[in-house]
């Protein structure tokens, strides 16, 4: 199979080399040039090599293609003139893939760039049978995916990732749930980050502490202007992995992440740890007859408070301290308020 788009867009280079009625019998070295001019890369001649390897046995890409080489004319070329992968037919399997992943595609709908990956997988559909298929709505009776209620600012991830991918600034007006409306300038987007069904642009701004990022929620996010006049330099210091790491929630604390220490009691809560832990970081440190220890590495935050708060009373913060007694506070608060009756 291929490992990343490039081998695809390889394999179809190759391919139109191979096919090619103009200049047949590509050498080696016709089909390096051709691959580094295209893809603007360095493409190695034992990736060449590999690439016709797959091309012609790879059984999970199932190309089996004819490929030979002429020691007359010194090329490669297809012992079949017929084939081309181009002309492979539509396996029922690779049309039932297809049709799943217009399936997931569709609950995007309502956002513009999934739409139009919506719309290419119909097209195909339509190329491939001259219809729809139907099987497409009858599953959608059968899988039902989780939607929000809620997609106001999706229509700001477009421009958003064009100014990412671009690096240009930007300008909006943010109204935050707790604070008054405030114009946001020379904001320079980095990411853009999904959280629990809500979006989240990530960035700095120029003239901000160094390395300091801020989150902004795209639901809060008005009079957006893309500045394409005004670029910024990536910085090389972000990672967008690395600085989600150790991060619980859309908010990355400042500092370094601690550890975190939980004892679980109720033994179905502890089977659904196991197998939706609360964090990649997590680990089971202890196992008992009526409890199970569990630790994490990260930044306690208040969507981790918020989250442990769930399993309650069927679970107990080891550490850090600062943590449990948030989280006690947090409950004894909650305890008042629900014997307040008026």
Known sequence: MP???????????????????????????????????????????????EDLSAMRFDEGL????????????????????????????????????????ALILKQYDSLPIF????NVVTKLQTVLDGVVSDSIEARRQMIQFEESPNYKGLDLIQPLLRAVEQQYRIDFTYQG??????????????????????????????????????????????????????????????????????????YRMDGKPERVRLRVFNKTIRGYMRNNPFHASQKITKEREDYMDIELTV??????????LRF??????????????????????GLSRMSNNQ
């Open 299 to 308: 930044f306690p935050t208040p969507d981790l408070e918020g989250d442990i």
């Open 62 to 101: 199932g190309f089996n293609a004819p490929i030979r080489y002429s020691r007359k004319y010194g090329g490669y070329y297809y012992e079949d003139a017929q084939y081309s992968i181009a002309k492979l037919p539509i396996s029922s399997n690779d049309r039932e893939a297809l049709d799943m992943a």
């Open 177 to 250: 749930f707790a604070s008054a409306e405030k114009q946001r300038e020379d904001f320079e987007p980095l990411l853009l980050k999904e959280w629990r069904q809500m979006w989240y642009v990530i960035g700095r701004f120029k003239e901000a502490e160094a390395k300091k990022t801020y989150a902004f929620a795209l639901d809060r996010i008005t009079n957006l202007e893309v500045k394409e006049s005004e670029g910024f330099t990536f910085p090389y210091d972000f990672n967008a992995r690395d600085h989600y790491a150790h991060a619980y929630g859309i």
């Open 115 to 118: 739409s139009e990956f919506s």
């Open 312 to 333: 309650c009373p069927d679970i107990q913060v080891l550490s850090p301290k600062t943590l449990r007694d948030n989280i006690a506070k947090r409950i004894q608060d």
């Open 3 to 49: 490992k990343n788009k490039h081998a695809a867009i390889r394999y179809k280079i190759i391919d139109k080399m191979l096919t090619s009625p103009s200049r047949p019998y590509p050498s080696k070295e016709d089909i390096l040039d051709k691959l580094r001019n295209d893809l603007k890369d360095s493409i190695s001649e034992r990736t060449l090599q």
